[in-house]
């Protein structure tokens, strides 16, 4: 496990990740920084909880957009991005939870 620091909107949270979450992790940090700029140049928003719900609601629908639920009869595209086992983002989830609370 390694421990990454990640900082969102301005806070710092530690994290204890496996070496394969730690460059997801870090690039969705950076995702979310990244959304939080742009939306305080664009709106007069400066509550830095507006902020972070704001961006994470666009991301979060940026996200559903790019790949929609599959349907039951689907097939998977072997193109397709891979995706985590629900368990494991589950436990991350958790995790970043925790370090939020902490």
Do not use: C, F
Not at 16 to 45: D, F, G, H, M, W
């Amino acid at each position: 496990m390694e421990t990454l620091d990640v900082t969102l909107g301005g806070r710092s949270y530690p994290l204890t990740l496996s070496p394969e979450e730690v460059e997801t992790v870090r690039a969705a940090a950076q995702a979310v920084e990244a959304q939080i700029a742009q939306l305080k140049s664009q709106y007069a928003i400066t509550d830095r909880i507006d902020l972070m719900a704001m961006a994470a609601l666009q991301i979060a629908v940026q996200a559903r957009s790019a790949s929609p639920e599959p349907s039951p009869s689907s097939v998977p595209n072997e193109g397709a991005a891979p995706t985590w086992p629900a368990d494991q983002v589950e436990d991350l989830l958790q995790r970043i939870h925790a370090a939020l609370e902490g």
